[in-house]
């Protein structure tokens, strides 16, 4: 489906001829880093009596070092201006399976803010003085570097934060002290703030996430899986309550409530109890697509069944992810899905106990609302604050009261740099064949630049782009890095391939045992499509990928012949080391994706583009953070010295201070522009306005 926005013409009637993948563009790297934040983690403390809502948010912010800052703003009294509430020398991160997520807690009141601090990975309370005194980090836990903490609840009293607590190290027997530890211990833990005190709530199985009080803190629910399940695989929805009649603590998990997941074959996420009933509420896949649940009675019962996803884009990969919410006025449901490339905004009517939802109305474009929304939260007297984006407008932060006429106010948007329409390519959703009879989807993002035209060649050479996860999906929100591909001539496929989020539990399980087939079927598919139509240039083909959609990227160059170039960032050449070197998260997410290990070590080897280097005769950049920890770096030295041995054109840079994704201007920065240096080279591009200078070895 198309989008809805459309391109404004050039005032000029004239325009410049130039092969494609030459246009000048002023979407450039430096442009896209100078005024762009990354925001995320939007929370709302409702306003009470005269107050204002007071918005929260994350920044990450890659002109600061890619550090991230929580920030306020209070609409009605100061208007969409913002404030940083983090002290300037604070990193607000946590690193729970590396992945983070939920690194922020608000209580009742703005006194009660708790985050994790990067650096030592402590929670500390924020001392916020608006007279002027400053703003102060103060540590809660006692102990640094040892333990990570993330996605927390306050209890009303603001006396204990509920949370996730990762022990990356073991007590020694002899009484030497702690050691690090590759067996991280993961439970849910009660920190006292008085003292930094902790009691373990939950333990003994091998991952945690939610934990959610009742809104009479008489019990917690919380969501629990094991080795070798992901969350999106199949979890447990477990109770327990926080003290039993003798006034002890039980916290081992098996003695607790079990509410959904019986089956062992259903992923339960997202817990949240209703404000004013009491009842509890969860997102599960049982019917095959991600629907609201309401526990209770003999048996929990769907409340909202929908042929689509509730829960976001990448459910199970960040702490903290809540798909749905209540009003805090009258307890209504509010929640946002996709639907064929936009989001679904709906408001409903659940509080009744033995009903399905009722008075439900939904909200799209046609009420002004963003194309895109990944997160919804309710303030005070039915206002909703939304992230949304659209493919010509960047991420922002958006206030509305659906009961209201006008169109969504921004409060705060991630770019202070804008781009004519003109220069935006607005993306198709396509649909094409792949193997076995089956269908994928992608987004084709066609070459757009009114002040240039090629008539020198029947079709623009293509970048087709493998997402992460890989059970993540691709998004049809403003992406600057996609539109420095199209103002320049090329045209950009963004690929859903088996195993996207977003289509319902069995896409998303095609790619079990599946992976590097296939999700390279997929790309390649998607590929073929659009150059049989004409909107392709096959024999300018190029892929790229991050994380998994890097291990896409190298089993597309290696084991078909669609492609001519790629760029894998940090994605895996090597599926047996990954299998030892990798974090507690993912170390046994292979066996769903490829097979058990180490007993199907050949299948592993198969599927491992590095074991087969002798059937890959295409260039290859590859970009890598030295301090990964989910693909370690050793990974992209490997492969690159594989490449370099048999003669193929390759480059490799690793950045400094960088993990799993890059976060610093610079790097972001020379990343995009190095990728368009190197197809450049290898496809004989000349005259590419302001283009990177680097060595390609064995070219």
Not at 57 to 81: A, F, I, K, Y
Not at 318 to 338: C, E, I, K, W
Not at 543 to 560: E, H, K, Q, Y
């Amino acid at each position: 489906m198309t989008s809805s926005t459309t391109s404004s013409t050039s005032t000029s009637s004239s325009f410049y001829d130039k092969p494609y993948g030459t246009w000048p563009s002023p979407i450039t790297s430096k442009a896209i880093t100078a005024g762009t934040v990354r925001l995320s983690g939007l929370s709302v403390l409702p306003a009470r009596g005269d107050d204002d809502d007071a918005v929260y948010w994350l920044e990450g912010r890659p002109n600061e070092g890619g550090r991230t800052v929580l920030c306020r703003c209070r609409p009605s009294s100061d208007g969409p201006s913002a404030v940083d509430v983090t002290p300037v020398e604070s990193n607000v991160r946590t690193r729970v399976h590396e992945y983070g997520g939920g690194a922020v807690v608000l209580g009742r009141e703005e006194t009660e803010i708790f985050y994790s601090e990067f650096a030592g990975q402590r929670v500390c309370r924020l001392i916020v003085d608006d007279n002027g005194g400053g703003r102060v980090g103060v540590p809660v836990s006692v102990e640094g570097d040892r333990y990570r903490y993330a996605d927390g609840v306050l209890s009303r009293d603001g006396s204990t934060v509920y949370c996730i607590r990762e022990d990356h190290l073991i007590d020694s027997e002899e009484g030497g002290g702690a050691t690090p530890s590759k067996d991280v211990v993961n439970e849910i833990v009660a920190l006292r703030v008085s003292d930094g005190s902790m009691t373990v709530v939950a333990t003994g199985n091998d991952f945690y996430s939610n934990p959610r009080l009742n809104p009479e803190e008489t019990e917690l629910a919380y969501v629990t899986w094991n080795h070798p399940n992901m969350p999106w695989d199949a979890t447990e929805l477990r109770v327990r309550p926080l003290a039993n009649e003798d006034g002890q603590d039980d916290a081992k998990t098996s003695n607790h409530r079990l509410v959904a997941g019986h089956d062992g074959d259903t992923s339960v996420i997202q817990p949240l109890y209703h404000p004013h009933t009491g009842m509890l509420y969860y997102l599960s896949d049982q019917s095959g697509y991600y629907n609201l649940y309401r526990a209770g009675g003999a048996r929990p019962s769907s409340i909202l069944p929908v042929d689509s996803d509730f829960g976001g884009t990448s459910p199970g990969w960040t702490l903290g992810q809540q798909g749905f919410r209540f009003l805090p006025d009258d307890g209504r449901l509010v929640a946002h899905y996709p639907r064929d490339g936009r989001s679904v905004l709906l408001v409903a009517d659940v509080r009744d106990p033995d009903k399905p939802a009722v008075d439900i109305v939904r909200y799209d474009t046609h009420q002004g609302l963003p194309r895109t929304i990944s997160d919804v939260v309710p303030g005070s007297h039915g206002t909703l604050y939304l992230l949304g984006a659209g493919p010509a407008t960047p991420p922002a932060i958006y206030r509305w009261n659906p009961s209201s006429p006008s169109s969504p106010e921004i409060l705060r948007s991630s770019s202070k740099v804008t781009f004519p329409d003109s220069l935006l390519s607005t993306p198709t959703r396509i649909e094409f064949p792949t193997s076995g009879g089956l269908t994928s989807f992608g987004y084709h993002y066609p070459p757009k630049n009114d002040r240039y035209r090629c008539t020198t060649e029947s079709s623009p050479p293509l970048l087709v782009k493998a997402h992460g996860g890989p059970t993540s999906c691709a998004s049809t929100a403003y992406d600057p890095s996609i539109q420095f591909w199209t103002s320049r001539g090329f045209s950009v496929l963004d690929v859903d391939y088996s195993g996207s989020t977003g289509y319902g539990k069995d896409y998303r399980r095609r790619l079990r045992r599946r992976w590097g087939v296939a999700d390279v079927d997929d790309v390649c598919a998607g590929a073929a499509f659009l150059a049989q139509r004409g909107l392709a240039d096959p024999q300018r083909s190029c892929i790229d990928g991050r994380s998994a959609g890097g291990f896409t990227v190298l089993g597309a160059l290696t084991f078909r012949d669609v492609f001519r170039a790629g760029t894998s960032s940090y994605g895996i050449g090597d599926l047996t080391a990954l299998a030892g070197d990798t974090h507690k998260f993912e170390s046994r997410y292979l066996d769903g994706l490829v097979g058990r290990y180490p007993e199907e070590e050949e299948l592993y080897r198969e599927r491992s583009p590095i074991e087969h280097v002798e059937k890959l005769s295409c260039p290859v950049l590859i970009l890598q953070g030295e301090e990964d920890r989910v693909v370690p770096p050793n990974q992209a030295r490997k492969m690159h010295e594989a490449l370099l041995t048999k003669g193929i054109p390759t480059c490799l840079k690793v950045y400094e201070g960088e993990q799993h994704g890059f976060r610093k201007a610079e790097n972001i920065e020379d990343a995009l522009d190095r990728e368009l240096a190197f197809y450049g080279k290898v496809f004989g591009m000349e005259g590419i306005p302001g283009v990177m200078e680097i060595e390609v070895d064995n070219l």
